[in-house]
């Protein structure tokens, strides 16, 4: 058998690791993960292997005719607004990539990019500053400056390590945000009268809509279009250039800064360049959502969008086109069905039966755990019901300030819960205060816990946890909906750091 | 006598209160292979990163092809034409074998990033040369970093390849010197046989400098013109490996005081 | 509130006034960078949740401070009532810090550089919601004008300074905790495990130290006091509010890098540093600029001293 032949290496042994198994980032983990993966029978494994089968370019196609066709199949305006809004994340999603997942910089000044675009935009085409410049000369000048504002912050820090560049692109985000809010008077240091540059916290409205062709695009599904056409370009040219040398500089610098430099790559300069790419296309992505809303407004740029495109980064799996595409779509529709009670209830007990399914094993434990709860509540209920007749006369929520009492889920609801009647008084918040306290505890006990008594703590986790999720969570969305984005990003890291279809990486420590 | 490749003139390097170099000379002519031994400590691996330019000398000229390159970024030093390996390797793990390769041409590709982005013929021309290229640096190697393997995680591969592929890449930069930092650690008496042929090899065949690190003394004396031996980053000896190998002070760094008088 | 560049140069009674009032904020900073020079020095994170540990510290206070009657009427004597509060938010606050650190980022420690940084993102992004969720949007107030009739506020002079009691409180209390802390780190045994972590982590695990407890330990200490700067914040500029700790941490992180990361005494002379630029800033030009005056000096000493100004020279090992 000649060398050629031979079998693949075995990986060499990993430092001695501990108890719970080796240790995330060492080449043992990874190669096992490859074998896991590889010998699955279950329904993760398949879909991983059959996913992983159809070479990427079919799926874009696919992609972009599912989505140029939604406003042809229907003519519903939420449904075409979710997905331009959807659409656009994945755009500024796909530049977050390039700095996130390609180079492996943590870039946090990304939505101070796509702000800055907007808001420039808004000021080259509004009553504002009164000039209207042509769509075809706005929208390129918007990516131009916002590509050199990419270079003027990232140049600073080129030296440095990538914490460095973390903060400071946190600090001018922030910066973005206090002189949107207050660029209403501003006043260049006391020479002059005060200016009102930004608009201030109402931001600036009027904004033109694009002029493509002689033809004003006033519609919605036009936008989902100009976005699909965007994100077309955007991801072709991206993979051209991840696929060229620039693109696999970037991949070492990620692996091993110091090694790439070495090897004749000019890190620093790689570095502005995978900020100043993103930039670029947080640039379109701002113009597109300039015209598209029609006005630009402070608190769409601030630290809750950034968490939000992070997570759908993240989730999608950085360093994966395809992969954050998914994420973008996945969160953002998931923050929309959060927005209504009736709907988020369905995906809350949704995950978490499937929660129960996919970790509890094996059925015994599954049964027993299921009774267990259903028991605990109905014991509960009764218990509470017999010393505080109001704490279970309520009815579960559905929508604003609205009950319902009706459908088999109410039902069941109100007798395996304590559902408090007037749960948004203001005296009734406290309950849920302290239930959502004590939920935190008793989760983060249960990723201590072992054996049986995880199945026994298991049992009130889940039941607290449906009795904040109706009592607390599903009607204040505005926050359950931001709250979640953050749980997502603390678990992903400690349990999946490459997301849904990122490859898992071994770290050099 | 040809000009030295490399020159070092009074180079010295302190961190904090430590001098760590000292002082040292040192002359690499073109086409020599120098091993440079000295016990744990000895400044060896601080050379090569003060030539390689990953810090500066604090006092001290170092001139390539009898240009300074003080004060160049590493990169630039890489493009200069030396190239190096490290003691603790530093592959880039989660990339495939190949594109480890590939990934050292950067310095010697040009396609601007637009032109990547475009797929204008240059840069499409540049990939398939540099995909070339890097197979034939690989093949240096025989069949173990070959076929199948290009494709393979650079993080599955064995110690020995590992540190293979690490001289894959490093050549890859098209380098007039070349500086391994112990090639052959870690490794068996067969592989390490194997290394000081691959040495040789890469001087005649390549017609690299190489200044190589190591402790094995087999791998020295196989392969050297010269020795140099430092001790506490000063120059203690220099010379054949036989000169070197019994001038008491080498001797005395390397085993202590009171062993050199009874020699 | 603007500053005209004008005759206001001229009057040094406004000058001492801006100056006094950034060595309280400064004091304030101070305290903040404490803890993230320490988790940096140990485990080179940038632990973005500090500045919200901070603000939690300042709803504890706030808390105790209502359970015991209020600002206006307090059921206890003033000393106690700051006692206590101060307790209450050191103690909680060091919980909170603990359990991040054993949740959020010890899961972590072989992850890619940005993984914790993500994390530590996310938990940010996760208290600040959730205080929102808890205690609401809206500022709450400590309401210390009230404590005593505003004998808190009242004001002596030394020279030509005028110091208001509430300024002077703040400044000696963050002495008073930096030496402790200091004490802790160069004469206990902790605290040399500490300098020891923080010097190489494996080498100290190596010699037989618990870097798990060490670290814990760190993060204690530090949210400890976070907790106690929060606390103090309320009892001086009186409005809480959920996103107060973001702001703050970004600062607070500059003045560690100024001062010299890793450095206790760095952190202080930092924190000074940095509230009295804020405050001249505030005073003679505008406070919309406070925040790019900061990062301007962030970015300058990154650029051109990055270990700042107490901190010495590290050497990356290749």
Redesign the interface.
């Known amino acids: 058998m000649?060398?050629?032949q031979q079998p693949?290496?075995?990986?060499?042994t990993p430092p001695q690791g501990s108890d719970a198994g080796p240790r995330i980032g060492s080449?043992e983990w990874?190669?096992r993960r490859e074998d896991r993966v590889a010998r699955s029978h279950g329904l993760t494994g398949q879909v991983e292997r059959l996913v992983a089968r159809v070479p990427q370019w079919a799926l874009f196609i696919v992609f972009v005719v599912v989505v140029a066709l939604i406003p042809v199949m229907t003519s519903d305006q939420y449904v075409l607004r979710v997905a331009t809004d959807t659409m656009l994340w994945i755009l500024l999603a796909t530049g977050l990539n390039v700095a996130v997942g390609w180079a492996g910089l943590l870039d946090l000044g990304y939505i101070a990019f796509y702000g800055f675009a907007a808001y420039l935009f808004a000021e080259l085409s509004s009553p504002h500053y009164g000039i209207h410049w042509p769509t075809w000369a706005s929208v390129p000048t918007v990516i131009g400056a916002t590509i050199i504002l990419g270079f003027l912050l990232a140049l600073p820090t080129r030296r440095l390590s990538g914490d460095y560049l973390a903060i400071v692109t946190l600090f001018f985000g922030q910066m973005f945000v206090t002189f949107t809010t207050q660029g209403r008077n501003w006043n260049w240091l006391g020479f002059g009268s005060s200016h009102d540059i930004t608009g201030g916290p109402n931001g600036l409205t009027s904004v033109d809509p694009f002029r493509i062709f002689g033809h004003q695009l006033t519609q919605v599904q036009d936008y989902l279009w100009v976005a699909l056409g965007g994100f077309v370009i955007v991801a072709l040219?991206?993979t051209?250039?991840n696929?060229?040398?620039?693109?696999?500089?970037w991949?070492?610098l990620r692996?091993?800064t110091?090694?790439?430099?070495?090897?004749?790559?000019?890190?620093?300069r790689l570095m502005l360049?995978a900020v100043a790419?993103g930039a670029g296309v947080a640039g379109l992505a701002g113009a597109i959502n300039g015209a598209y809303y029609q006005g630009v407004f402070p608190t769409s740029f601030g630290f809750q969008t950034l968490i939000t495109v992070y997570a759908m980064v993240i989730l999608g799996g950085a360093g994966s086109l395809p992969g954050v595409v998914a994420g973008a779509v996945l969160i953002n529709v998931l923050l929309e069905v959060l927005r209504s009670p009736d709907h988020s209830r369905w995906v809350f007990y949704f995950v978490l039966i499937s929660f129960l399914v996919a970790k509890v094993r094996p059925w015994r434990a599954l049964a027993a755990v299921v009774a267990g709860v259903a028991a605990f509540g109905l014991v509960v209920h009764a218990i509470v019901g017999a010393v505080w007749p109001r704490g279970t006369e309520g009815a579960i929520s559905s929508g604003v300030f609205g009950f319902t009492t009706h459908g088999w889920l109410a039902v069941i609801l109100r007798h395996w819960l304590v559902l408090p009647r007037n749960t948004y008084d203001v005296a009734n918040y406290t309950i849920g205060n302290y239930a959502l306290v004590t939920l935190i505890a008793l989760v983060l006990a249960l990723t201590v816990a072992q054996g049986v008594r995880r199945y026994v703590l298991l049992v009130p986790t889940i039941w607290l946890a449906a009795f904040v999720w109706e009592t607390r969570l599903i009607e204040e969305s505005s926050t359950t909906r931001p709250l979640l984005l953050g749980v997502i990003l603390i678990v992903l890291m400690a349990v999946r750091p490459q997301g849904l279809f990122g490859?898992p990486?071994?770290?050099?420590v | 006598m040809a000009d030295p490749i490399l020159e070092l003139r009074g180079v010295g390097k302190s961190?904090?209160g430590l001098r760590v170099i000292d002082q040292l000379d040192l002359d690499v002519l073109p086409h020599e292979i120098v091993s440079v031994i000295g016990p744990n400590g000895a400044g060896k691996?601080t050379l090569f990163?003060l030539i390689?330019g990953?810090y500066g000398p604090d006092t001290g000229t170092i001139r390539f092809e009898q240009e300074s390159i003080v004060g160049l970024?590493?990169?630039q030093i890489?493009?200069r034409g030396i190239?190096?390996t490290?003691q603790t390797l530093?592959?880039?793990?989660?990339?495939s074998v190949k594109?480890n390769v590939?990934?050292?041409?950067?310095?010697?590709?040009k396609?601007t990033?637009l032109e990547?982005?475009?797929?204008l013929p240059r840069?499409r021309r540049?990939?398939r040369e540099?995909a070339q290229f890097a197979e034939e640096r690989l093949a240096f190697f025989?069949?173990?970093l070959?076929?199948?393997r290009w494709n393979?995680?650079a993080?599955?591969?064995?110690?020995a390849?590992r540190r293979r592929l690490e001289i894959a890449?490093?050549t890859?930069?098209r380098p007039k010197l070349l500086m391994l930092d112990e090639p052959a650690a870690g490794m068996n008496p067969v592989e390490t046989h194997e290394i000081t042929e691959l040495i040789g090899q890469l001087r005649d065949e390549g017609g690299y400098t190489i200044l190589v690190i190591e402790h094995d003394m087999h791998v020295v004396e196989g392969i050297s013109d010269r020795v140099v031996a430092l001790d506490h980053g000063v120059k203690v000896a220099e010379g054949t490996f036989e000169a070197v190998a019994t001038d008491p002070r080498v001797v005395e760094a390397y085993l202590g005081t009171g062993t050199a008088e009874r020699k | 509130m603007h500053g005209v560049l004008g005759f206001q140069l001229y009057d040094w009674s406004y000058f001492f006034a801006q100056l006094v009032a950034g060595l309280t904020i400064g004091s304030l900073y101070a305290l903040l960078a404490l803890g993230y020079t320490m988790v940096y020095g140990i485990l080179k994170l940038l632990n973005f949740a500090h500045g919200d540990v901070y603000m939690l510290g300042a709803y504890m206070g706030y808390f105790v401070l209502t359970a015991l009657g209020g600002a206006a009427k307090p059921s206890v004597a003033v000393a106690v009532l700051f006692a206590l509060m101060f307790l209450a938010a050191m103690a909680g606050c060091s919980v909170i810090g603990v359990l991040i650190e054993r949740f959020a980022y010890r899961p972590l420690r072989r992850a890619p550089r940005i993984a914790p940084l993500i994390s530590a993102l996310g938990v940010s992004f996760f208290l600040q919601q959730t205080a929102v969720l808890l205690f609401g949007a809206i500022p709450k107030e400590y309401n210390t004008y009230s404590l005593r009739n505003g004998e808190l506020f009242n004001s002596f002079s030394i020279g030509n300074l005028r110091v208001q009691y509430a300024q002077l409180f703040v400044f000696v209390a963050a002495i008073v905790l930096m030496a402790a802390l200091t004490i802790l780190v160069r004469r206990t045994r902790v605290g040399k495990a500490m300098r020891a972590t923080s010097f190489d982590l494996e080498a100290a695990s190596m010699m037989g130290i618990n870097v798990d407890r060490v670290i814990a330990f760190t993060f204690l200490v530090g949210s400890a006091l976070a907790g106690a700067g929060g606390v103090m914040t309320g009892i001086v500029f009186q409005n809480i509010q959920p996103y107060m700790g973001f702001g703050a941490g970004l600062k607070a992180f500059t003045a560690a890098v100024v001062g010299g990361i890793g450095n206790i005494g760095g952190a202080m002379l930092g924190g000074l540093i940095i509230g009295v630029a804020e405050q001249l800033t505030t005073g003679y030009l505008s406070s919309a600029f406070q925040d790019l005056i900061v990062l301007s000096v962030l970015i300058v000493f990154m650029l051109f001293r990055p270990t700042g100004i107490l901190g010495?020279?590290a050497?990356q090992k290749?």
């Open positions: 000649s060398e050629a693949p290496d075995t990986p060499p080449d990874v190669a040219v991206l051209f250039a696929h060229s040398r620039t693109g696999r500089a991949r070492s692996d091993d110091l090694a790439a430099e070495v090897m004749s790559m000019p890190v620093n360049l790419v490859t990486r071994v770290e050099v | 961190f904090g691996t990163n390689s990953l970024a590493p990169h890489t493009n190239a190096r490290f530093r592959l880039f793990l989660n990339m594109e590939i990934a050292a041409t950067y310095g010697h590709t396609a990033i990547s982005m475009l797929r840069s540049e990939e540099s025989g069949q173990r070959m076929g199948y393979q995680p993080y599955s591969l064995s110690y390849n890449r490093a890859a930069t | 010495s020279a050497v290749v």
